[in-house]
């Protein structure tokens, strides 16, 4: 609420210096600094960057890109999705010479990403989600992103496999498309061990509200729900409750089994190491990047968490056959014939959509066995 | 499917587990407002405080393994908080509000700049006591587990309210609070009560703050309180500077913030976002059915006023 007011150390230090210096030898510094050679890459986050979850993933991922050779890495976190994040890209193009950026949170893209883009067409954009389109967005922005559904979906079989009570819990933060699917793939691969588990969803309304994330996990274990995932930016919180409270779970965003560790029984992870190291190894071939980047786990964009020690052997084979199913060829998570929760008919029998299915960026229900309502 | 679901019986189990668990950082928060306002200062920066009493503490706990110790530095740092603006506020022509935000602002980056590396180790939790022991249902058996930080808080409440009505420290807190001429003329010296009152309320915010970094939701972030610092000091108002009654709207605003969850987990899907406003509707209906255009609020301190 108040981030707008906040005096971002790195960017005080950098004006200040820069200030220095063009006082004390004029003529020294021109406009544009160093970075002559090599390639320097920005990366600009909303939250801190060992946050557990989403922040941490790109972080992971950014750090991947700083051990390749004449690659130069800047980042700054907890950037407001405001007029800030505008701010804080000039300053890593003028002051660091970054020509290619990664402004990772969903709200920096309209209009900020699109404003900074315009008046610097050399420097390359690329946002995470799926918002840019061709034709209507600058050529020198583009989008990445991949389908964690299909990890949602693992997460499923392996919560299946451990239910006991035959209700598994999802604390979600927004009902977008990206979250429902997340909530659907759960527990289509939970149904795909047992047709009779449900799944609860409860909506915090926020992406980072500790105390409701808390009181949703204790609500969903109180009516027996026995393994909990969420879709929050920090899943800390969830995973630290549930297994406080005796509940299995499954991660997300990042591989949070340290904190759970006889609890935790896999998650889904981003593996934004091999995108972003990709994309910088194109950059500096001097290769045109791609505007429209997607992939799943076969692509290695989505990665899975090692097996905790409480899924049962009969667990891991069927896993470990779907993963290696998944990694074939493309596959369909979403297949018909397929109900919505209210009793609609989403998916006609004989229709599958796969992974890169257009469709799926769209989705707006919850699918027949998750309780909750997604509007 | 196995009985331990227990169905709408979910509801009030909630409300009251909600009302245990979520209150605590509320009560220190306006208990500690309390006293600074009726010594006749706001401080509005107790949000600050909060969150850099929740960073104290979690950092000496992960550092000591002591989680008590983190308890006793969140104290020194809030009453450190305390100090600087009492300290500052003493001065004539300051204003409380402004000195307050700014303090706000001074503890929230603080704590974000200091709490960085703290953000993933995990800290040893504060001990709670399980009274749900005679339940063999394990729903019970968590809503019952009551922290010590609780079971402090509302111990507190009611030795305030002693001290106020019954001690020479309450009456003389409550001179200053209630006219700084006449505490003058006492010969007591109101800028000495109103920087130990500061200090003290700042001390109490940063307990609240142990407790949510310490217990629930037990871990250090940097979006840990979302504005309940803010809304603890705006309970003060509501409670009319009445322990009791802070107590009170404390636990009614822990339950009301588990109405939303408990809600949605027995099937009641639609309308989310408006029971997670109830407890602010709830606020506002009675402060308007309370509140009266012809005399001013009852209980307020006569020397606490917004301009200065």
Known sequence: MFDRLSLNRRRFLKTTTAGLLFGAVPGLVSGRARAADGLTVGFVYVGPKDDYGYNQAHAEGAAAVKALDGVTVVEEENVPETVDVQKTMESMINLDGATLL??????????????????????????????????????NVGSYFGYIHQGQYLNGIAAGYATKSKKIGFVAAKPIPQVLQNINAFLLGARSVDPAITCQVIFTGEWSLAVKEAEAVN????????????????????VQTAAGRGAFVCGYHANQSPLAPDKYLTGAEWAWGNVYTDFAKKALAGEKLGNFVRGGLKDGFVKMS?????????????????????????????????????????????????????????????VDGVVGSAS | MESTAIGLWGIPLAILAGAIRVSTPFIFVSLGETITERSGRINLGLEGTLVFGAMTAYAIAVVTGSPWLGVAGAMAAGASFGLIHGFICRWPKVNDIAIGIAMMQFGLGLA?????????????HLPSIPFGFWSGLPQIQAALDINVLFLIGAALTFALRWVLANTRIGLTLRVV???????????????????????????FAAVGGAY????????????????????AVALVIFARWNPVGCFLAALLFGG?????????????????????????????????????????????????????
């Open chain 1, 102 to 139: 990664f402004p990772t949170s969903f709200g920096y893209f309209d209009p900020h990403v699109l404003a900074v883009a315009a008046k610097y067409p050399d420097t390359q954009f690329r946002h995470c989600g799926g918002l840019w389109q061709a034709g209507k967005h600058p050529e």
């Open chain 1, 219 to 238: 609500a969903l274990v109180d009516q027996g729900a026995d393994v909990i995932t969420c879709h929050v930016d920090s899943p800390k919180v969830v």
């Open chain 1, 306 to 366: 090692p097996l905790g020690p409480a899924v049962s052997t009969e667990a891991r084979n069927t896993f470990e056959a779907t993963l290696a199913e998944i990694m074939k060829t493309k596959y369909s998570v979403f297949k018909g014939p397929l109900k919505d929760n209210k009793g609609n008919e989403v998916i006609a029998a004989g229709a599958a959509y796969s992974e890169d299915a257009i469709e799926l960026e769209s989705m707006a229900y919850l």
């Open chain 2, 112 to 124: 974000f700049f200091l709490g960085k590396p703290y953000i993933q180790p995990a800290a040893p």
């Open chain 2, 177 to 203: 609070g209630d006219s700084t001429d006449a505490a003058r003329a006492m010969g007591i010296d109101p800028h000495r009560v109103r920087l130990v009152a500061t200090a003290v309320g700042g001390a």
């Open chain 2, 212 to 231: 949510l970094s310490l217990y629930y939701p037990g871990a250090w972030n940097e979006g840990i309180s979302s504005g309940q610092g803010l809304m």
């Open chain 2, 256 to 308: 009301a913030g588990a109405l939303g969850p408990a809600l949605q987990s027995v099937g009641v899907t639609s309308g989310y976002y408006l029971f997670y406003a109830a407890p602010y509707a709830l606020t506002l209906v009675i402060m308007i059915a309370t509140s009266s255009p012809n005399r001013p609020v009852p209980g307020m301190p006569g020397a606490l006023s917004l301009t200065k």
